[in-house]
């Protein structure tokens, strides 16, 4: 387990490859960072996650395979190449999460 300071608060962020319970919802932790990541992925849903301000930016359904690309100092979120997000909110360490479909 990673421990994340958040406002003061202590919480706990899986790590990768393990699941997390967010939103009602349980998901696996693929990647987290403040700096550029890329993930290649089967189909899936994804979610792309602030933990700056435990914010979901965006959801992403894929049917095919696909490269996701994700800048949190932008921040900005890419699948194969086409920008889906660009500059929202504030830069600050994001995660890249997978609908875990065995736990829901």
Do not use: Q
Not at 41 to 46: D, H, L, R, T, V
Not at 73 to 100: R, T
């Amino acid at each position: 387990m990673s421990i994340y300071n958040l406002l003061g608060n202590t919480m706990f962020i899986p790590e990768i490859g393990h699941s997390i319970h967010f939103d009602g919802v349980n998901w696996i932790v693929l990647a987290i960072g403040s700096e550029k990541f890329e993930y290649d992925s089967e189909k899936g849903i994804f979610a792309f996650v602030n933990l700056d301000e435990m914010d979901c930016v965006a959801v992403l359904v894929r049917s095919n395979k696909t490269r996701i690309v994700v800048d949190p100092s932008i921040p900005s979120i890419k699948a194969n190449g086409m920008e889906l997000l660009k500059e929202y909110g504030n830069p600050g360490i994001f995660a890249l999460l997978e609908f875990d479909r065995n736990n829901n």
